[in-house]
């Protein structure tokens, strides 16, 4: 008898979850927001994997698994610097583009993997087409909303900042050529759940937003610097304004799940 009242009381559970879940989505698409992921499969999404070819999705790295998007690493025997991009299948200009993203504990990171991987992943934007980038290219050109978590040392460790493989941005009022730049971000431990947000408008201005918080603001991206290698030369045009590119989520060595992916295209 006990068995039968929990399974009903499960089954209840998961009804009213799934219904929520539906009328959340619905309210969504009535306000304008579209979602970028289905729940079941990475339909509209591209896989790019370092030594790999853009389409291939080496040890399923990245997974449609319990409405979420999983980047995990159970199928490598070693990392090699498989740094990896999903990509969304359409170019964007001007967007406000909201998600969820959680950080698996420091126990789950490949530990052949760079040090500054633990606890790292991010949201890539204004990206190239990853169809541009040859089988060894590391990083795709392209501005990156770096997402991070704390560590066991306790201390602070900042999330929503902007880092810019084979890219600058103008901070401040000026042109800033350093690869990262933290945010004025609270530091949030592995294993909850955190809501960001992207606002882009072009190349004019570009907001980062944690947990409703505005935490950092720069504009002008443009194709410059380095830490992008083995491009094809014709993408990295020195100079040239980021008007528009892919979106991406990171995988680079450490496991992170992301949920709830809505964007709502800006005039």
Not at 57 to 76: L, P, S
Not at 153 to 182: A, V
Not at 252 to 261: H, K, L, M, Y
């Amino acid at each position: 008898m006990f068995s039968r009242y929990f399974f009903f009381a499960i089954l209840f559970f998961i009804l009213i979850h799934a219904g929520c879940s539906t009328s959340r989505h619905r309210a969504a698409e009535q306000e304008g927001w579209t979602s970028l992921f289905n729940g079941r499969n990475l339909d509209n999404w591209m896989v790019k994997i370092h030594h790999h070819e853009t389409g291939d999705n080496y040890a399923r790295t990245f997974r449609a698994e319990d409405g979420m998007i999983k980047v995990r690493y159970d199928g490598y025997d070693h990392f090699n610097e498989r740094y990896g991009h999903l990509y969304y299948k359409t170019p964007l200009s001007h967007y406000h583009l909201k998600f969820e993203y959680r950080f698996l504990p420091q126990s789950e990171w490949r530990t052949d993997a760079p040090e500054y991987t633990i606890e790292n992943s991010g949201i890539m934007y204004h990206s190239q087409d990853p169809r541009t980038m040859p089988k060894e290219q590391d990083w795709p050109i392209s501005i990156e909303m770096q997402l991070l978590a704390g560590l066991s040392d306790g201390n602070p460790r900042t999330t929503g900042n902007m880092c810019s493989p084979g890219t600058h941005i103008f901070y401040q009022g000026k042109l800033d050529t350093r690869h990262c730049i933290n945010s004025t971000s609270k530091t949030y431990p592995p294993g909850q759940w955190i809501r960001g947000e992207l606002i882009v408008h072009g190349d004019s201005l570009i907001t980062h937003i944690i947990e409703g918080d505005t935490v950092m603001q720069y504009s002008k991206p443009q194709i410059g610097g380095p830490v992008v290698n083995r491009y094809a030369p014709d993408q990295k045009i020195d100079g040239k304004p980021l008007t528009s590119g892919y979106i991406a989520l990171q995988s680079e060595g450490q496991p992170i799940d992301f949920r709830n992916i809505y964007l709502k295209v800006l005039k």
